[in-house]
């Protein structure tokens, strides 16, 4: 498989790269989450999209939040009951470090996109216009081709709700 991203994320060169296939899509949110230094954002439909419950993917992010208690994963779907039936390692995940891990459900408009973003650290950011369609782009440090990413998923957070938490209440 080759890579989306150059092995280094140190060079300051921007990148910007279409991707027309899932395993592209996977490598390159695996590469971003190694790199993450402060938080990763994702939005999507739902948590059935079986990479997020790999183990692969699942060993990354618990090895970056790990390594430093001021890391994030911030999540937003359109519809968490797959997460809230089979998503397992999510939460465990949130179980783990539930300071770091919040997982939300989008209402209002954010609700009615079809697409799949990903960010991390606002240097590096993943997207599928369609959440159901594989073609995508890639985009890694370039500031001013993210920020309007960040920007519509800072507004997306502000707009939603928790959905799923840590804890369980009850008898």
Same mark, same amino acid.
């Given at each position: ?25 996977? =490598?390159?949110? !695996? ?5 993450? &230094?402060?938080?990763?954002? /994702?939005? *999507?439909? #739902? ?14 992010? =618990?090895?970056? !939040? ?5 890391? &994030?994963?911030?999540?937003? /779907?359109? *519809?968490? #009951? ?29 609700a009615r996109q079809q697409d799949t973003l990903f960010l991390a650290d606002q240097l590096y950011c993943a997207r599928r216009a369609v959440s159901a369609q594989p073609?995508?782009?890639v985009v890694a440090q370039d500031l001013s081709a993210i920020r309007p990413w960040q920007d519509r998923f800072e507004e997306i957070w502000a707009q939603s709700v ?10």
């Amino acid at each position: 498989m080759r890579a989306i991203v150059p092995d280094s994320f140190i060079s300051t060169e921007p990148l910007r790269q279409l991707i027309d296939s899932r395993c592209q899509f996977e =490598e390159a949110l !695996l590469q971003f989450t190694a790199a993450v &230094q402060q938080s990763i954002c /994702l939005f *999507d439909a #739902d948590w059935q999209y079986p990479f997020y419950e790999s183990q692969q993917w699942h060993a990354a992010l =618990e090895c970056r !939040l790990r390594s430093d208690r001021k890391r &994030q994963l911030r999540v937003v /779907l359109r *519809d968490v #009951d797959a997460a809230s039936r089979r998503g397992e390692r999510l939460k465990h995940l949130q179980r783990q470090y539930s300071s770091q891990v919040q997982i939300h459900l989008a209402i209002d408009d954010a609700a009615r996109q079809q697409d799949t973003l990903f960010l991390a650290d606002q240097l590096y950011c993943a997207r599928r216009a369609v959440s159901a369609q594989p073609r995508g782009v890639v985009v890694a440090q370039d500031l001013s081709a993210i920020r309007p990413w960040q920007d519509r998923f800072e507004e997306i957070w502000a707009q939603s709700v928790v959905a799923i938490t840590a804890t369980v209440l009850g008898l």
